[in-house]
């Protein structure tokens, strides 16, 4: 198995058929989908039966108790088959050779970090009820869309030109025995907006991985949805990352193996 892909979910159905389809079109062949839902319904099994003869997809879900998404992270990690690791949100299409290329950079010891390109609402819209099946450059430039320098595609780009990746939670990629060392993400944080992403990329920093930039390697469309203010709850994520880094844990307490 070349790649275990896993997908975090939160009800978002219309997205991720979006984001399957995408991956439909991959040049590389060899990987797994896990669908991590942080949910528990059968409208996403509707979902995903239209591409279960087409993609190897396993499921995994749980009940729905409010912001838990490292949760069933941490499980779709103990369950993947592959050595290789790579994460996305259910609401971010990738370009064909994004498998490909992680196939290729993913190596123990490193942390590989993408960017992504922010699809406006109108092309979004679009592609989420089916009146465009991709989005071109002629769309983004026509709607406005964000960051269309993220749509680069230069995988021979050395490191040395890129500037020092930030690690996003839709896009990233692992060595498995890298983060069974790190014991997974951090299920102390129960709020969504801040948490996962920073917190696993300062702890990966104390144990010595080394950041890689996948950007203009892994291109990934993110089709934009409405966002709630969640201030507050990124105050809170943040002031507990603070305190967490004070104290100076690489392998955390509560991840895939909870500390008693």
Not at 197 to 211: C, F, Q, T, V, Y
């Amino acid at each position: 198995m070349g790649i275990s892909l896993i997908i975090s979910v939160y009800n978002d159905y219309h997205g991720l058929e979006c984001v399957l389809n995408s991956l439909l079109d991959q040049s590389d062949k060899d990987f797994e989908i896990i669908i991590a839902h942080d949910n528990s319904d059968h409208l996403i099994e509707t979902t995903l039966s239209q591409f279960t003869d087409k993609l190897t997809i396993r499921l995994f879900q749980q009940e729905d108790l409010g912001f838990r998404k490292n949760i069933i992270l941490n499980k779709a990690i103990t369950e993947s088959r592959s050595e290789k690791l790579v994460f996305i949100d259910g609401d971010c299409m990738v370009h064909r050779h994004f498998i490909r290329n992680y196939v290729r950079c993913i190596r123990p010891g490193y942390f590989f970090a993408g960017r992504r390109l922010d699809v406006d609402q109108r092309t979004a819209d679009m592609l989420r009820n089916k009146i465009i099946r991709k989005a071109t450059i002629y769309h983004f430039f026509k709607h406005k869309t964000k960051r269309i320098e993220e749509r680069l595609y230069a995988p021979c780009l050395p490191q040395k030109f890129l500037s020092l990746p930030r690690l996003l939670g839709c896009n990233m990629g692992w060595s498995k025995s890298d983060l069974i060392a790190l014991n997974g993400f951090d299920t102390d944080y129960m709020h969504p907006g801040f948490g996962e992403d920073s917190d696993i990329e300062w702890r990966a920093i104390k144990l010595g991985l080394k950041p890689y930039s996948m950007r203009f390697k892994a291109i990934q469309f993110h089709l934009e949805h409405p966002r709630p203010n969640r201030n507050d709850l990124v105050l809170k994520g943040k002031n507990m990352m603070t305190e967490k880094v004070r104290i100076g844990k690489a392998r955390c307490d509560n991840g895939i193996i909870k500390i008693d």
